[in-house]
């Protein structure tokens, strides 16, 4: 029955448009497609574009004070769309999810009274109802609490048609919430301590998207390597997790993400190498090279214990390509702090790492400390930073011309006959290749690089990743 406009008493509903429009972080992207999955049974039909939409859902994110001025802009501009709806007879739903929802709740109709909804990631689930609601012209309908069921239960699986239309990628939510308190982030007050889901939960998840033609998988948690699910014989670790995911046919590509340094144990590090199906790239943010500021932050670990763990997985798995987030113009942060960091970045040669400047977020413990570092040291250090991260990415790029890498065909290119799939290292790959290879894992030789993505040709007749042993050429390029 899913997805079927048919309600429960056999009438057919009205088939309503839906446009959700996804802020942040991967749990969002993963969250959007829940929030339309749960509604395709109450006729709601995903458009690409907020026009003609009946149901508009922003699914927003407030890590960084821009990420949620975002919202308010985009809110203005439908503002403008709903009254000249309005003008022709027809009513906009506006709706407010994710973290900025969670984290000023009724605040934001106060602020844009456009909204007719406010809903948390904790409880989305509860959208039917509260359409239902908003449907009867209740106004100013908030909900944010951490209900006591647990969201994933009342949640649907997507139908085989949604599947494929969104790829042959795919993400699972294995974990939510945060214990870490690092004093410069919001995720601990918006998405709630840490939880794990069950294993049979999460397979059931993977072999449904494998059975739909998805043959890569992220799973994703805000400190997804904290995993600590329930399964057969009790409480399973991320790299159990990870074993028993890579024997359900047809994935081909494994990853996951974010992880905490801290939690990087001997299960993961041997699931690195043991799992050919496990992507040897890997996300594994630092924020700052400084033992100072590390300390500041909260992180737990020093510059040392984060090299220690690198060294242990590239021991496991020598190919090993590191990519990471940074933090710049924390409170107190110095020249001298700063350098540590520009230091770190040539240490380990990361492949590629997102860079930050430092954002007071209400509430946490970073907005309040003295010693605010000024905007515009922030924005030169950024630059001086975003400099050394672009030229290591750019002499990995360069590393990787003349290897032979397994890609995943994931769609048409920008050219003619092309095809972009994806590297082991996440780098795109533009080839010429026919469209019955989308979908399947092909020998690449690499031949060229432009900006972030490489060019290739085809090496030789398509095979299953799971069968050959990924990257065999590459093991000096990670390193
Ligand atoms: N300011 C700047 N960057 C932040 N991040 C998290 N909180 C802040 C903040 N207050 C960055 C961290 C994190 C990434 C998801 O966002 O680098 O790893
Ligand atoms: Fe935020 Fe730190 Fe938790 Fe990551 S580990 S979500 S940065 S508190």
Not at 101 to 128: C, F, K, N, T, W
Not at 138 to 148: D, K, L, N, Q
Not at 255 to 262: A, D, E, F, G, I
Request: glycine share 8%; aromatic share 6%.
């Amino acid at each position: 029955m899913r997805g079927d406009p048919l309600t429960r008493t056999g009438r057919m509903k009205d088939r309503r448009k839906l446009y959700v429009k996804s802020y942040g972080c991967q749990m969002n992207a993963y969250d959007s497609h829940r929030m339309a999955d749960l509604l395709a049974p109450e006729g709601y039909v995903e458009t690409g574009v907020p026009e003609g939409a009946d149901l508009v859902i922003l699914n927003t994110c407030h890590i960084r004070e821009k990420a949620a001025e975002k919202v308010y802009s985009e809110l203005g501009r439908l503002r403008v769309m709903k009254q000249e709806a309005a003008r022709d007879g027809r009513r906009i739903t506006v709706a407010v999810a994710g973290c900025v929802a969670q984290a000023e709740g009724a605040e934001i109709i106060r602020r844009a009274p456009v909204v007719d909804l406010v809903v948390g990631p904790q409880s989305y689930h509860r959208l039917p109802e509260l359409l239902a609601r908003e449907a009867r012209r209740e106004s100013g309908i908030v909900e944010t609490a951490f209900p006591v069921e647990d969201k994933f239960g009342f949640l649907a699986l997507p139908s085989k048609a949604a599947t494929r239309a969104r790829g042959v990628t795919a993400f699972v939510t294995v974990q939510e919430g945060c214990d870490k308190f690092c004093t410069f982030c919001v995720v601990p007050y918006t998405r709630g301590v840490e939880v794990s889901r069950p294993v049979g939960k999460i397979l059931d998840e993977v072999q449904n998207l494998a059975d739909a033609g998805v043959r890569e998988i992220t799973l994703i948690g805000q400190n997804v390597n904290a995993y600590h699910g329930e399964g057969p014989g009790g409480v399973w670790s991320l790299g159990r997790l990870l074993r028993r995911v890579a024997e359900i046919p047809g994935i081909v590509r494994l990853r996951y993400s974010t992880s905490h340094p801290c939690d990087v144990d001997d299960d993961l590090i041997a699931a690195h190498r043991d799992l050919p199906q496990l992507s040897p790239q890997l996300h594994l943010p630092v924020q700052s090279g400084s033992d100072r500021i590390l300390d500041a932050m909260n992180r737990r670990h020093t510059r040392a214990d984060y090299l220690r763990t690198i060294d242990r997985l590239r021991a496991a798995r020598p190919d090993l390509a590191l990519t990471s987030d940074f933090i710049v113009g924390f409170p107190g942060e110095t020249e001298d702090d700063f350098s540590d960091t520009l230091s770190l970045v040539n240490d380990v040669g990361y492949s590629d790492s997102f860079s930050f400047k430092y954002s007071q977020r209400p509430g946490t413990p970073g907005a309040t400390m003295t010693e605010q570092v000024p905007e515009e040291v922030k924005s030169e250090r950024l630059a001086r930073l975003q400099a050394a991260i672009k030229r290591h990415q750019a002499a990995f790029n360069a590393r990787c011309v003349g290897c032979d890498f397994d890609v995943l065909m994931e769609k048409r290119g920008r050219d003619a006959g092309q095809l972009t799939g994806r590297s082991p290292y996440l780098q795109p790959v533009q080839v010429m290749a026919p469209q019955d290879l989308i979908g399947r894992m092909v020998s690449v030789t690499i031949t060229g690089t432009i900006a972030n993505s490489l060019f290739g040709v085809l090496a030789d007749t398509p095979r299953i990743a799971a069968e050959s042993r990924v990257a065999q050429s590459f093991a000096a390029v990670g390193a």
